[in-house]
């Protein structure tokens, strides 16, 4: 049936139908209703990793004002302002790009781009004037009843430039304007997503796998699924450093590798929960292993939550197991010889190295911070949720307000295979 429709239409209505923005738009790619404040919103913020389609969702909603249709296009705009990182990218990218404003318009309506004059005129009247971010003075004295700013976060003189567009957004009965970017930890970013009358909507490039090529998905994406980079740049997050925090996200892609060497000994370092059910906190459980050269390799975090004592020890023996593990180092602060039992109940023959903490989470986790300085510890894969808590950790001893878990089984690992000293044979040092 599909085949024999498409057979009947002619070469314009097949056009016609391919510009037809609402039946293919992925929902991320079309204008909210409203922002957070229920009121229409003034900013529609798209933040989005690579080729996730925020270029043609942007030369849409231009499309859509200049013309007075199409989604989030009921009032025809006159006067559209395009500003990108450089004139390069605008003309390269938002006007002449394969999802660009000339090539999202059917023939019959697209615009004449005037390149001397930096201009884009519809046959409806509308005019699209072409700015650098890097000139923001050119922003000065033209004005706007809507504007399309691209990769805002990329912007050397991003809050002279953004200022100065806002004093130029003041025709129409409510000027609006659409930012799309993949999200860097810039203030004006920050700023623009607590702001009530923002609208934020957000994809990863998977989102928009359909149209990208499988080689593309394979090499790249396989290669930085993960990493702080590609989670930014593929996955659109928003990754930020804590000032005050021991480990930085430069410092631990710096330490990732993609396999460890043959290591001399392997342990599964386990922080038990004080409780159980929804509320209690998780249970760390990291394995890491030391190599003949005194480097670490953190091998597997298997933390899980809102679990029983006997589901974390299942879990944690499932992981020394796997990973050939020399022993279990348990901290039993909270559960004393309870941890023990809870472990052996589920396998007796399991060796279980009790460790006790002495001082704060923060003084323990310095010394394992500066082995990561020193090069000394190494990642062997990615560890998301993990370095999450690393980079959020604070002097308070928490991380986003809450216990560091995963941390604190990390520490327990690292501690036991490089800073305890030990006597030989497999045993470790109570602390």
Not at 163 to 179: A, H, N, T, V, W
Not at 336 to 347: A, C, F, K
């Amino acid at each position: 049936m599909h085949h024999r429709l498409m057979a009947s239409l002619t070469p314009r209505e097949i056009e016609l139908l391919d510009t037809l923005w609402e039946l293919h738009a992925h929902p991320h790619q079309l204008p909210p209703a409203v922002a957070p404040n229920d009121a229409p919103w003034l900013t529609w913020l798209m933040i989005g990793g690579r080729g996730a389609g925020k270029t043609r969702a942007g030369a849409e909603w231009v499309r859509a004002q200049a013309m007075g249709r199409g989604p989030g296009g009921h009032e025809r705009q006159m006067r559209i302002a395009l500003v990108g990182e450089t004139e390069h990218d605008v003309r390269e990218v938002m006007i002449e790009g394969v999802s660009g404003l000339l090539a999202v318009h059917p023939r019959h309506e697209r615009p004449v781009w005037l390149s001397s004059r930096k201009r884009l005129r519809w046959s409806t009247g509308a005019v699209a004037q072409a700015f650098s971010a890097e000139d923001p003075e050119s922003l000065r004295g033209p004005q706007f009843s809507c504007a399309w700013s691209d990769e805002l976060a990329k912007w050397r003189h991003a809050e002279a430039a953004f200022d100065m567009l806002q004093f130029g957004l003041r025709l129409g009965s409510q000027p609006r304007q659409l930012i799309t970017t993949t999200p860097r930890p810039t203030a004006l970013l920050k700023r623009l997503m607590a702001d009530p009358s923002s609208a934020v909507t957000r994809a990863a490039t998977a989102s928009n796998a359909f149209n990208l090529a499988p080689s593309f998905l394979q090499s790249v994406v396989g290669r930085y699924a993960g990493t702080q980079l590609g989670r930014q740049e593929l996955d659109g997050e928003l990754i930020e450093d804590r000032a005050d925090a021991l480990w930085s996200r430069a410092l631990l892609e710096s330490c990732r590798v993609t396999q460890a060497p043959a290591l001399q000994r392997i342990v599964v370092a386990v922080d038990p929960p004080v409780s159980s059910g929804k509320r209690a906190d998780a249970c760390g459980i990291v394995a890491a292993g030391i190599c003949t050269a005194g480097i670490v390799y953190v091998l597997a975090d298997d933390t899980v939550s809102a679990v029983t004592p006997s589901a974390w020890a299942n879990i944690a023996i499932a992981l020394w197991r796997k990973c050939e593990a020399d022993a279990l180092v348990v901290e039993v602060n909270q559960g004393g010889e309870m941890v023990r039992s809870v472990i052996h109940e589920v396998d007796a023959g399991v060796p279980v190295t009790s460790v006790r903490a002495t001082r704060g989470k923060w003084l323990r986790a310095e010394p394992v911070a500066t082995l990561y300085e020193q090069g000394r510890v190494k990642h062997a894969g990615c560890f998301t949720a993990l370095e999450d808590e690393m980079c959020d950790f604070a002097s308070s001893g928490l991380s986003s307000g809450r216990s560091p878990d995963r941390l604190d089984a990390l520490v327990w690992a690292v501690t036991a295979l490089a800073l305890v000293a030990r006597s030989s044979g497999p045993r470790i040092r109570q602390l």
